[in-house]
C-alpha cells in the first residue's frame, strides 16, 4: 500500500486499527428517516466520538464542518429508493474524482448477491475499485441484503458475500454480525466492519452486538439507526468507542450506561 492509501486508511482506522463508523448515509434511498431529519443538528454532538463517517456526499457538503478531519467514506451508490418495491437497483452515483475532491477516504458502494441485480451491483462495486485506485482511494463494499433478503443475516451468506467483496479488492468489507462470526473473519483477508441494522430491543442487545463482533475479530463498527434513533445517542455512541477501543464488556458498557445517565 503505498503512502496515500495507507495515510487515508489511518484516518478511517484509529492507531489500534479499529473504527467506530457512524453510519448517516440512510437518506440515499429513506429520505428523512426518524432520528435524521436533520443530519447537521442529529451528528453535532456525535462527530466528537467517532473515527470516521458514512455518509453521502450531499450531506457531506452540507452538514458536516470542514474541520472534521476523521475518515470520511462517501457513499457511492445508489439508484432506487423506498418508493419501490425493490430497493436493490443500483449503480454507481459517485465517480472516484468527485470523491476525491471532497477528500474522501473511501468510496462505499453496496453490492447486491442472490438478487437480480447482483450482476449490475457487483459490476458498480469492481467499477469504484478499479477507477478509485487510480487515486489510491480506498473502497468500502457493503453486503447489502435489503428487505427481500432480510434473513440472510447468516454465516453462509454473508462469507460468501464478504470473501467476493475481498476478491475484487475491496479495502474494507462491511457486513452483519451472525452465528460464527469468527469463520467469516478468517476467510476474508480484509478489514470487516459490522453494521447496525434495524433498531434492537435493548442498550444491551446493542453493546452485545459490538462486543461480540470486536471479540471475533471485527475491525470495527459502522452503526446507525441504533446510535442516532436510541434516546440517548451521546452516550451510546461513547460506550460504543469504549467497547470498540477499550474491551469493556456489556456489564461494564450498562454500568457506563447507568453513570453517565446520572
Ligand atoms: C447501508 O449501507 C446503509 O446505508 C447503512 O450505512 C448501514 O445499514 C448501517 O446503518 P445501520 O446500522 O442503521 O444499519
Redesign the pocket.
Known amino acids: 500500500m503505498n503512502w496515500g492509501k495507507e495515510n487515508k486508511m489511518n484516518r478511517i482506522f484509529a492507531k489500534d486499527g479499529r473504527t467506530v463508523m457512524l ?1 448517516i ?2 437518506g ?2 429513506m429520505g428523512p428517516v426518524t432520528g435524521m431529519e436533520n443530519p447537521a443538528e442529529a451528528t453535532k454532538k456525535l462527530i466528537p466520538h467517532v473515527d470516521s463517517l ?1 455518509l453521502s456526499p450531499g450531506i457531506l457538503n452540507s452538514s458536516i464542518p470542514t474541520n472534521f478531519n476523521g475518515g470520511v467514506v462517501l ?1 457511492s451508490s445508489g439508484g432506487s429508493s423506498i418508493s419501490q418495491p425493490d430497493i436493490t437497483d443500483e449503480l454507481l452515483t459517485l465517480e472516484a474524482k468527485e470523491a476525491i475532491k471532497l477528500n474522501a477516504s473511501a468510496m ?1 458502494v ?1 453490492f447486491y448477491l442472490g438478487t437480480k441485480h447482483e450482476h449490475q451491483t457487483i459490476k458498480a462495486l469492481t467499477k469504484a475499485i478499479n477507477t478509485a485506485s487510480d487515486f489510491d482511494l480506498p473502497v468500502l463494499a ?1 453486503t ?1 441484503v435489503g428487505k427481500a433478503l432480510e434473513d440472510k443475516r447468516e454465516l453462509k451468506f454473508l462469507s460468501l458475500a464478504s470473501r467476493i467483496a475481498a476478491e475484487f479488492g475491496a479495502d474494507i468489507v ?1 457486513t452483519y454480525y451472525c452465528d460464527g462470526f469468527e469463520k467469516l473473519i478468517n476467510a476474508v483477508p480484509k478489514p470487516v466492519v459490522v ?4 433498531k434492537l430491543d435493548s442498550n444491551r442487545a446493542v453493546f452485545e452486538l459490538v462486543y461480540n463482533s470486536m471479540q471475533k475479530g471485527a475491525a470495527g463498527v ?5 446510535v442516532w434513533k436510541n434516546n440517548d445517542p451521546e452516550i451510546m455512541i461513547k460506550i460504543i468507542k469504549e467497547i470498540v477501543h477499550n474491551n469493556i464488556t456489556p456489564d461494564q458498557a450498562e454500568e457506563m450506561f447507568r453513570d453517565l445517565k446520572k
Open positions: 453510519a448515509d440512510h440515499y434511498f458514512m457513499r462505499a453496496s457493503v447489502a462491511k453494521a447496525g441494522g434495524p459502522d452503526l446507525g439507526r441504533n
